[in-house]
């Protein structure tokens, strides 16, 4: 069973800095791509960035390119989204996800597990 928990949400000011982490439990972490969604009341679930399963390639969404920057350790089954600068506009839940073709794109439906959410909230 693979399980996805992730932390380090919260509410900081425009312009601060955060850092979620999203860590896998069960197997097969290191062959999945890895990537960060977020989603707002009343609109769909948005990609934010990816990361394939070799760190190689990642994939960011045009709101966040220069701000944001997702990694990960494959030693420690974990997957991390550094927020820089953040604007009001960030504000959401943010949700991690694996998929098992180990690309990390941008499309949703191929990701097969997900985690529940952490919240972030900017104030202005």
């Known amino acids: 069973q693979v399980q996805l928990v992730e932390s380090g949400g919260g509410l900081v000011q425009a312009g601060a800095s955060l850092r979620l982490s999203c860590t896998v439990s069960?197997?097969?972490?290191?062959?999945?791509?890895m990537g960060w969604f977020r989603q707002v009341p009343g609109k769909e679930r948005e990609f934010v960035a990816g990361?394939?399963?070799?760190?190689?390639?990642?994939d960011y969404a045009d709101s966040v390119k220069g701000r944001f920057t997702i990694s990960r350790d494959n030693a420690r089954n974990t997957v991390y989204l550094q927020m820089n600068n953040v604007e009001a506009e960030d504000t959401a839940v943010y949700y991690c996800?694996?998929?098992?073709?180990?690309?990390?794109?941008?499309?949703?439906?191929?990701?097969?597990?997900w985690g529940r959410g952490t919240q972030v909230t900017v104030s202005s």
């Open positions: 996800a694996a998929g098992v073709l180990g690309l990390g794109g941008s499309f949703r439906g191929s990701y097969a597990y």
């Open positions: 069960g197997r097969g972490f290191s062959s999945y791509g």
């Open positions: 990361i394939s399963w070799n760190r190689v390639t990642t």
